[in-house]
Protein backbone atom coordinates (compact mmCIF):
# COMPACT_ATOMS: atom_id res chain seq x y z
CA UNK A 1 0.00 0.00 0.00
CA UNK A 2 0.88 3.53 -0.80
CA UNK A 3 -0.35 6.63 1.27
CA UNK A 4 -0.04 9.91 0.03
CA UNK A 5 -0.54 13.09 2.33
CA UNK A 6 -1.08 16.49 0.64
CA UNK A 7 -0.32 20.25 2.33
CA UNK A 8 0.49 23.30 1.28
CA UNK A 9 -3.26 24.38 0.51
CA UNK A 10 -4.76 27.69 0.91
CA UNK A 11 -5.78 31.06 0.32
CA UNK A 12 -4.04 32.91 -2.38
CA UNK A 13 -4.52 36.25 -4.62
CA UNK A 14 -4.70 35.92 -8.14
CA UNK A 15 -1.49 36.57 -9.77
CA UNK A 16 0.12 34.99 -6.46
CA UNK A 17 1.91 31.36 -5.72
CA UNK A 18 1.61 28.35 -4.11
CA UNK A 19 3.73 25.50 -3.32
CA UNK A 20 1.90 21.97 -2.70
CA UNK A 21 3.46 19.03 -1.33
CA UNK A 22 2.44 15.57 -1.13
CA UNK A 23 4.63 12.32 0.75
CA UNK A 24 4.62 9.23 -0.06
CA UNK A 25 4.96 6.64 2.68
CA UNK A 26 4.49 2.99 2.47
CA UNK A 27 5.67 0.73 -0.35
CA UNK A 28 7.42 3.40 -1.97
CA UNK A 29 10.13 1.65 -3.82
CA UNK A 30 7.88 0.96 -6.75
CA UNK A 31 6.13 4.15 -7.19
CA UNK A 32 6.70 4.51 -11.27
CA UNK A 33 5.43 8.32 -11.84
CA UNK A 34 3.48 10.71 -9.50
CA UNK A 35 1.39 13.66 -10.73
CA UNK A 36 -0.95 15.83 -9.60
CA UNK A 37 -4.64 16.28 -10.70
CA UNK A 38 -7.41 18.67 -10.03
CA UNK A 39 -11.24 19.14 -9.88
CA UNK A 40 -13.03 22.41 -9.78
CA UNK A 41 -16.41 22.97 -8.37
CA UNK A 42 -19.14 20.99 -10.54
CA UNK A 43 -16.53 19.92 -13.01
CA UNK A 44 -14.74 16.43 -14.13
CA UNK A 45 -11.55 15.62 -12.40
CA UNK A 46 -8.69 17.12 -15.20
CA UNK A 47 -5.14 16.14 -15.82
CA UNK A 48 -2.42 18.73 -14.39
CA UNK A 49 1.25 17.51 -14.34
CA UNK A 50 2.83 14.42 -14.02
CA UNK A 51 6.58 13.04 -13.58
CA UNK A 52 8.22 10.20 -14.24
CA UNK A 53 10.66 8.35 -12.10
CA UNK A 54 13.27 9.59 -14.61
CA UNK A 55 12.42 13.34 -14.00
CA UNK A 56 10.24 13.74 -17.67
CA UNK A 57 7.82 15.86 -17.02
CA UNK A 58 4.45 16.98 -18.83
CA UNK A 59 2.06 19.21 -18.20
CA UNK A 60 -1.51 20.24 -19.21
CA UNK A 61 -1.72 22.94 -21.59
CA UNK A 62 -3.81 24.84 -19.47
CA UNK A 63 -1.07 25.41 -16.44
CA UNK A 64 1.80 25.57 -19.33
CA UNK A 65 4.77 27.78 -18.29
CA UNK A 66 2.99 28.55 -14.44
CA UNK A 67 3.30 25.26 -13.08
CA UNK A 68 6.11 23.45 -12.27
CA UNK A 69 6.58 19.47 -10.95
CA UNK A 70 9.36 18.00 -9.13
CA UNK A 71 10.01 15.48 -6.87
CA UNK A 72 12.49 14.68 -4.20
CA UNK A 73 13.37 11.08 -3.85
CA UNK A 74 15.54 10.82 -0.99
CA UNK A 75 11.79 12.56 1.08
CA UNK A 76 9.76 10.71 -1.22
CA UNK A 77 7.65 13.57 -1.67
CA UNK A 78 6.57 15.21 -4.76
CA UNK A 79 5.98 18.98 -4.86
CA UNK A 80 3.79 21.60 -7.34
CA UNK A 81 4.98 25.20 -7.54
CA UNK A 82 2.54 27.25 -8.98
CA UNK A 83 2.65 30.37 -10.00
CA UNK A 84 0.61 33.42 -11.61
CA UNK A 85 -2.15 31.65 -10.18
CA UNK A 86 -5.73 32.60 -11.74
CA UNK A 87 -8.97 32.35 -10.49
CA UNK A 88 -10.24 29.03 -13.04
CA UNK A 89 -7.14 27.35 -10.54
CA UNK A 90 -9.42 27.15 -8.28
CA UNK A 91 -9.72 23.49 -7.39
CA UNK A 92 -9.36 20.45 -5.10
CA UNK A 93 -5.88 19.14 -6.21
CA UNK A 94 -5.19 15.50 -5.81
CA UNK A 95 -1.92 13.43 -5.77
CA UNK A 96 -1.83 10.57 -7.45
CA UNK A 97 1.31 7.62 -7.67
CA UNK A 98 1.22 5.18 -9.82
CA UNK A 99 2.67 1.89 -8.30
CA UNK A 100 4.19 -1.50 -10.09
CA UNK A 101 4.60 -4.49 -8.41
CA UNK A 102 2.96 -7.39 -10.14
CA UNK A 103 0.18 -5.41 -11.44
CA UNK A 104 -0.40 -1.69 -11.93
CA UNK A 105 -2.12 0.26 -9.23
CA UNK A 106 -2.66 3.81 -9.01
CA UNK A 107 -3.05 5.57 -5.81
CA UNK A 108 -4.34 9.10 -4.59
CA UNK A 109 -4.03 11.73 -1.80
CA UNK A 110 -7.27 13.41 -0.28
CA UNK A 111 -6.86 16.05 -1.61
CA UNK A 112 -6.11 19.92 -1.04
CA UNK A 113 -8.08 22.80 -1.43
CA UNK A 114 -6.81 25.91 -3.59
CA UNK A 115 -8.69 28.66 -3.75
CA UNK A 116 -7.86 31.70 -6.11
CA UNK A 117 -9.60 34.91 -5.44
CA UNK A 118 -9.70 37.59 -8.12
Known amino acids: QVQLVESGGGLVQAGGSLRLSCAAS????????MGWYRQAPGKQREFVTI???????TYADSVKGRFTISRDNAKNTVYLQMSSLKPEDTAVYYC????????????WGQGTQVTVSS
Open 51 to 57: ITSSGTT
Open 96 to 107: TAVVLTNTIRTY
Open 26 to 33: GSIFSINR
